[in-house]
């Protein structure tokens, strides 16, 4: 699957200006990944936070139920 994503960039990169060029581009498209793997990772971070607050809530809440069941 990288391969194929790899390879379709490379056929995106432009054949004017021979390889300098090409260099260039691969650079801020490496670039551009790395800011988006970073976006992508803080995503990942405030997403992990937000369910282990749902979590807890879930738990203090299912708590909440069992204490208010009268015994049997």
């Known amino acids: 699957m990288a391969a194929d994503k790899f390879d379709a960039l490379i056929a995106a990169l432009p054949l004017e200006g021979g390889e300098?060029?090409?260099?260039?581009?691969?650079?801020?498209?490496?670039?551009?990944n790395e800011?988006?793997?970073?976006?992508?990772?803080k995503q990942l971070e405030a997403a992990e936070q937000e369910l282990k607050l749902?979590?807890?809530?879930?738990?203090q809440?299912?708590?909440?139920?069992?204490n208010l069941k009268k015994p049997d």
């Open 35 to 41: 800011l988006v793997g970073l976006e992508l990772q």
């Open 61 to 66: 809440a299912s708590d909440n139920c069992l």
């Open 54 to 59: 749902v979590q807890a809530l879930f738990s």
């Open 20 to 32: 300098e060029a090409q260099l260039k581009r691969i650079a801020e498209l490496q670039a551009e």
